[in-house]
């Protein structure tokens, strides 16, 4: 059930909210704060909602209240209870980041539409941090090696730009990761990141997958649809595994990085299109660019800045520190115990020839986290780590 906290210094008023949202309206858990330090030390202690609050008030007032709300707990959507003489300066409190808010004496209707909205809202924003933080830990990027530190470094410099990146290495090194991180880091975080696979898409369909159609414009379009490109507005798209996309794919995402628009399969209207590109292969392009398969003025302009991810063979210091790693974040996801590895088992996996990169050695961790003894031993990694 919900939770609002209702701080307001008139006990007429305050009878009147508790009436309306928890009496008859009883799917709300409603708790009172005769005043605004009262108010603020439950705030504190509790989670709640969504908090309504007076603007009006001695010892702090609503403003007061609302800074500090937004300094402890700025999730919080707080909609601010305003009286005849201060409707001004209820619109402003929008602008220090009120929800909203409502006249005195409270209007039944409007009060319960604003609560409801508010909180439905505010789910969203807490669904949303929740996955962030998820979404946070599954791009870890472990490793101190000085090919891991380069990268990080690079990292850094280009996810404050706006230049175009190619990500490149062998399978499983981290390409994906990289790409992620770029996003998360740059100021087109708020923004959508969407990731397209060209090599799952089947060659015919790949045009629409990225730029859309209009209705009719091919047997199964029944109606007009949005493209990847234009779901990336504001974000960045991530084109993996490029290498696959057919050529004349290509042609169209050139004409996309050249003019920054996109038209839709069977329309000839341009559409403005803010998406800043990463692209990704494990081919060798130039092999491709030579073979004809791969455009070379395509691969300039997504090469603006170029990150060579090194396989695992090239950086296997890292591999104790990847293996504790895994090893934490399987036993979180099977909800078991965290196993250790010996120091000779570790020895061991550093020596073997990790031809799947880091995807390779994240399962075999898995599958001596299940198959070996309490304590992952040498014996273990020769029984189970065969390859
Ligand atoms: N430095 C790292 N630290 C921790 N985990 C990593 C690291 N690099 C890669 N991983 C993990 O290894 C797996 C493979 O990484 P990713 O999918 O990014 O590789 P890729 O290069 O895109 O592979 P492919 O070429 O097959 O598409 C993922 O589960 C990823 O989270
Ligand atoms: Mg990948």
Redesign the pocket.
Same mark, same amino acid.
């Given at each position: 059930m919900p939770k609002i906290l209702i701080i307001e210094d008139e006990a007429s008023i305050r009878r009147v909210l508790v009436k309306i949202l928890s009496e008859e309206n009883s799917s709300y858990k409603v708790t009172e704060a005769e005043d605004g330090l009262v108010g603020i030390e439950l705030i504190k202690k509790e989670d709640y909602d969504l908090v309504l609050c007076d603007i009006k008030m001695p010892k702090m007032d609503g403003i007061e209240v609302l800074e500090a709300v937004k300094k402890i707990k700025p999730e919080i959507p707080m909609v601010m209870i305003s009286g005849h003489g201060d409707l001004d300066t209820a619109v402003n409190t929008m602008r220090l980041g009120a929800f909203d808010y409502i006249s005195k004496p409270p209007d039944l209707n409007r009060l319960l539409n604003t609560v409801r909205i508010a909180l439905d809202r505010n789910e969203l924003v807490v669904e949303n941090t929740r996955l962030k933080k998820k979404v946070g830990k #599954?791009? &870890?990027?472990?490793?101190e090696s000085e090919g891991?530190n380069q990268i990080k470094d690079m990292i850094e410099k280009v996810a404050q730009t706006e230049a175009r990146v190619f990500v490149t =290495?062998? +399978? =499983?090194? =981290? #390409? &994906? $990761?990289?790409a992620h991180w770029i996003h998360q880091k740059s100021d087109r975080s708020k923004g959508p990141m969407i990731e397209v696979n060209c090599a799952a898409i089947p060659s015919e369909l790949i045009e629409s997958e990225l730029f859309g159609h209009v209705k009719g414009a091919f047997t199964s379009a029944n109606k007009d649809r949005a493209g990847k490109f234009e779901a990336a507005n504001g974000g960045t798209i991530f084109l /993996? &595994?490029i290498g696959d996309m057919s050529l004349s794919a290509q042609a169209k995402v050139l004409r996309a990085l050249q003019e920054n628009k996109v038209q839709r399969v069977g329309s000839d209207k341009d559409i403005k299109v803010d998406v800043r590109v990463i692209a990704?292969t494990?081919k060798d392009l130039k092999h491709e660019i030579a073979e004809g398969n791969f455009r070379e003025d395509l691969y300039h302009r997504l090469a603006v800045i170029l990150i060579k991810?090194p396989a695992l063979n090239d950086r296997r210091e /890292?591999i104790p520190l $990847?293996i504790t790693?895994?090893s934490n974040a399987i036993a979180e996801e099977h909800g078991t115990a965290k196993k250790d590895f010996t120091d000779k088992a570790v020895k061991l996996l550093q020596e073997y020839d990790w031809t799947g +990169?880091?995807?390779e050695l994240?399962n075999v961790v898995e599958r001596l986290i299940i198959l070996g003894g309490k304590e992952v031993s040498e014996a273990d990694v020769k029984l189970f780590a065969t390859k």
């Open positions: #599954k791009y &870890e990027m472990i490793g891991i =290495g062998p +399978n =499983g090194t =981290g #390409k &994906e $990761l990289v /993996d &595994e990704a494990n991810v /890292d $990847l790693h895994f +990169n880091i995807r994240r």
